[in-house]
Every structure is written in C-alpha cells, then in structure tokens.
Antibody, heavy 119, light 106 residues
C-alpha cells in the first residue's frame, strides 16, 4: 500500500516536501508516480520515478516546477517544491504503475495529500 | 500531448441498467488505455488496464473494449456502488493524460 503524509498549508514562496511510504510490495523494482487533481484541470500526471535507480520522467507541465525523489532506506517517495504558488493547490496522489514493454494502469493509489497554498 | 475526450460528461441511470462510457484519443494509442472509478472523497481505483484487461478484484460486470483511438467502458448491470465518476487515461506516451471524466448518477 501507499501511505501519504498529511494535509499541508503553506504561503506562496514557501517550500514543501510531501511523502509516500511504500509497503506490501517490492519498492526497489517499482515505478512510483504522482498525480494531481484539481477542480479546474482534473487529473494530471506529473511524473514518475523508478525506485531502483531513480530514473525519473516528468511531464513537461511540471518539469522544473517539482522534484520527485526516493529514499530506498525508508521505502519512501517524495514530491518537493522549492517555491510554491497558489496554483499548486490541489490533491496529490502517489501511485504505483507497472511497466513491461509499455505502461500499464496505475494499480495502487495513496489516500492523497491536500496541499493548500494561500497568503 | 494526447488529448482524451469522454462522452457523455454525465448520465443518469437506474440500478440494473446497462451503461456505456466512451473515450476518444486525439491520436492512435494502440491499446494503452486504462479506466478508473472515483467515488466522492476517495482516490481513483483502476478497473480496466490496456483497454480490456480486468484488474484483479474488479467485478466482471465491468468490461473494456476498443483500440486505436476509440474505447468503451461498459457496466452490464449497474449496482448501487457503481454511482461514481469514471476516467479514462492513456499510458501510450509521456505525458500520460486523463480524460475529463463521466459522472454516473442515480
């Protein structure tokens, strides 16, 4: 399963790192991704990381805006912002996605982390 | 980016009805099309992977079909727990993208 960190409230310009703790399946051989959901834009795929070697792919919409990382020692994936904007507000889900000569569906989802950015 | 459109955007149905939701891709995505169900306040749940594969634990009343650019999710006999929003998602190319959703109401 994927257990995400709790809701966050930040001001514009602040930094933030949210987490996704993996248990119950092999972390090292897993691709862990992040999906944002907002009322205005719906579900958006942000990027994905291979836990074994930290190979990371980003959506162009999020490249340079966020950093996806993992810490193998604690089987946890992270999503990080250096400078938050109000438009970063939303629900963030971590997901597991299988890859085998192509990407399959996102079969495990975290419970979501609400991020609110407001002055 | 590959755009996904869904129709209808919402529908009203009754328990026992047969319901179909369609998803159209802006270009050929082979069979890399997945379907999710999202109930209010919950994370999405994978129902169908690669167009027609039934995810483990998902009832057989859910079926997926299609390839190329046109896909369909069918619920053969709607149950009370099926009233939710359904999303399609393409995993053919980066960035992966989702459809806008179809809300199924009573």
């Amino acid at each position: 399963q994927l257990e995400q960190s709790g809701a966050e409230v930040r001001k514009p310009g602040e930094s933030l790192k949210i987490s996704c703790k993996v248990s119950g399946f092999d972390f090292i051989t897993s691709w862990i991704g992040w999906v944002r959901q907002t009322p205005g834009k719906g579900l958006e795929w942000m990027g994905i990381i291979y836990s074994g070697d930290s190979d990371t792919r980003y959506s162009p919409s999020f490249q340079g805006q966020v950093t996806i990382s993992v810490d193998k020692s604690v089987t946890t994936a992270y999503l990080q912002w250096r400078t938050l904007k109000a438009s970063d507000s939303g629900m963030y889900y971590c997901v597991r996605q299988r890859e085998s000569s192509g990407w399959y569906g996102m079969d495990v989802w975290g419970q979501g982390t609400t991020v609110t950015v407001s002055s | 980016d590959i755009q996904l459109t869904q129709s209808p955007s919402s529908l009203s149905a009754s328990v026992g009805d047969r319901v179909a939701v369609t998803c159209r891709a802006s270009q050929n995505i082979n069979n890399y099309l997945n379907w999710y169900q999202q109930r209010p306040g919950k994370a999405p749940k994978l129902l169908i992977y690669t167009a027609s594969g039934l995810q483990s634990g998902v009832p057989s009343r859910f079926t997926g079909s299609g390839s190329g650019t046109d896909f369909t999710l069918t619920i053969s006999s709607l149950q009370p727990e099926d009233f939710a929003t359904y999303y399609c998602q393409q995993s053919f190319s980066t960035p992966q993208t989702f459809g806008p959703g179809t809300r199924v109401d009573i």
